[in-house]
């Protein structure tokens, strides 16, 4: 199983195939399988955009068909059967039953095109540049998203100054009792605040790449209010925890919110394929023709998946009752596996199937975890700003037993790690 290659050609920023050194040739549903033959469990799901599993039968057989017949495979933003078939289903199953009114925008087939789609359309409907954006968050690595991203990693390699962003604390950032939306406030009315007014916020529900941290819905509420009491856009970035990832498909509607702009990408595409959206209340779709555009904004491959996931999941509450289940299991099985090792104050937290665990008095735990999972046939990575938090991932269609087995691996491989330690 040589990695010789890609230790030859390949750039130094390769990041993922350094924490999973293993040549895989195939995938089905929760598992890997890699060039010798071993099988990995997959808590990971491409990093949130295999919410449907690994080459899920409900869509491979569409995407067969569609290639046999010739479809439409790329078509900028020309009008296609594709297109409309998804548009409609889109409108049909998850808009209309939600009582939502957004126009549709199909941007650049990534999170970071899609962000920096909302962060234009914010400042040129309301003439402001300044943007709100929170610790920890992460955007997305293009120059504007990265200027909203937290992380001093992606930050650096910016290779330039990063602007029109005010940094602010989080939900939970200055501890359980301080709502940090009070120093918000009072800086943006205060005229001495320093903080210029801003043309949008920019909020994941769920943090993932910063940590599993989880806003309260009465944060969000708190958060929407202030907005729409300043005439502020209100744009929720739902590209990692969105389409079922919180148990609902956008992972604000548990708050009762409705934000001005919503980002979507990840598992929109259904099969893992590129795909990008923003969502944008009806009046704020300011744009001219062209202004922003991409080439592969029409991958109707993407188009085909994408319809046939929402057909396939959204049409009754069955989808949204499984993820309910099984974020029950897995949210036991972590609560298990913390009280096991008291001495490392384990920490669980999450919603649906997005969950962390961190140590409290060792973060290196979370890295030792990951490396030793992968050794025992688990994939999982970190999050947080040193990798602190072991991030559970997994797909949405995953089964009860393929979760716990999981689950399982890790316990033992805690175990592993403690027996190391004594």
């Known amino acids: ?70 479809g439409i495979v790329h078509g900028l933003d020309m009008a296609t059967s594709a297109k409309r078939g998804f548009l409609e289903a889109f409108e049909q199953h998850i808009l209309t039953p939600r009582g939502l009114d957004y126009r549709v925008q199909f941007t650049g ?6 962000v920096e789609a909302a962060l234009k359309l914010a400042r040129m409907a309301t003439g402001r540049s300044n943007v709100i954006a929170f610790t920890n968050a992460f955007h997305g690595v293009s120059l504007g998203a990265v200027a909203a991203t937290a992380g001093s990693g992606f930050r650096k390699a910016a290779g330039v100054d990063l602007g029109n962003v005010t940094r602010m604390p989080y939900d939970g950032y200055l501890g359980a009792d301080f709502d940090t939306l009070d120093l918000l406030e009072k800086m943006l009315d205060d005229a001495s605040g320093g903080v210029d007014a801003p043309a949008a916020v920019i909020v994941e529900t769920v943090q993932g790449e910063g940590g599993i941290n989880v806003a309260s819905r009465e ?36 708050s009762g919110i409705v934000p001005d ?53 959204w049409t009754t509450d069955e989808f949204e009752r499984g993820i309910a289940e099984r974020s029950e299991v897995l949210r036991e099985e972590l609560e298990k596996l913390a009280a096991e090792h008291p001495e490392l ?20 735990w979370a890295g030792r975890m990951s490396k030793e999972a992968f050794k025992n046939g688990v994939i999982i990575e970190c999050a947080g700003s040193d990798d602190q938090v072991l991030k559970f991932l997994p797909p949405l269609v995953i089964e009860l037993d393929e979760l716990r087995a999981g689950v399982d691996v890790l316990a033992r491989s805690a175990r592993d790690l403690a027996a190391v330690v004594s």
Do not use: C
């Not at 549903?29 to 099988?39: K, M, V, Y």
């Not at 087939?109 to 899609?114: D, F, L, W």
């Not at 704020?284 to 996931?309: E, I």
């Open 1 to 70: 199983m040589s990695m010789d290659v890609f230790e030859r050609r390949e750039s130094e920023v390769r990041g993922y195939i350094r924490a999973f050194p293993a040549v895989f040739t195939s995938a089905k549903g929760s598992r890997l399988i890699a060039e010798d033959g071993t099988e990995y469990i997959d808590f990971f799901a491409g990093a949130g955009t295999l919410n449907y599993g690994h080459n899920n039968d409900n869509f491979k057989q569409a995407l067969l068909d569609y290639i046999e017949e010739d």
């Open 109 to 114: 087939p990534t999170g970071a095109n899609t």
């Open 261 to 313: 702009l919503v980002t979507l990408s990840k598992s929109i595409g259904g099969y893992g394929l590129p795909m990008a959206l923003l969502l944008i209340r009806p009046d704020l779709d300011v744009w001219k023709p062209g202004q922003h555009s991409g080439t592969f904004r029409g991958l109707n491959l993407s188009f085909v998946a994408a319809r046939r996931a929402i057909e396939t999941y």
């Open 345 to 364: 104050e384990l920490e669980v937290r999450g919603r649906g199937l997005v969950y962390g665990i961190e140590s409290k008095v060792d973060r290196s």
């Open 219 to 254: 944060w969000l509420q708190h958060l929407r209010k202030l907005t729409a009491d300043r005439d502020i856009l209100l744009i929720v970035d739902d590209i990692q925890v969105g389409v079922g990832r919180t148990g609902q498909f956008f992972s604000w509607e548990d």
